[in-house]
């Protein structure tokens, strides 16, 4: 469970990393959106039977990340739209 939580901030903050511009995401955030990221790069990976579903490989990792950045996309329109409406 410590290393999913761990795999998850990592995914997070390299998803980060890697999406363009500031993210107004907190830590706590950064972990969730990692954490989803992951369980769907190992559902991906596993659907294409590289491997299990906690079981991160390179294709779940590289999946994970890619995920997660979407993730943080749609949180910040989500994030975006309610301070316009205020």
Do not use: C, W, Y
Not at 2 to 23: E, S, T
Not at 29 to 43: D, E, K, M, R, Y
Not at 68 to 77: H, K, N, P, R
Request: hydrophobic share 60%; charged share 10%.
């Amino acid at each position: 469970m410590i290393g999913f939580i761990i795999a998850g901030l990592v995914i997070g903050a390299l998803a980060r990393l890697v999406k363009p511009g500031k993210q107004n995401l907190g830590l706590v955030a950064t972990l969730l959106l990692g954490l989803v990221g992951s369980v769907i790069g190992g559902l991906i990976a596993n659907l294409l039977g590289t491997g299990d579903i906690f079981e991160l490989n390179v294709l779940g990792f590289v999946v994970a990340v890619i995920a997660a950045v979407l993730l943080i996309g749609v949180a910040e329109g989500i994030a975006g739209r309610r301070s316009v409406r205020r």
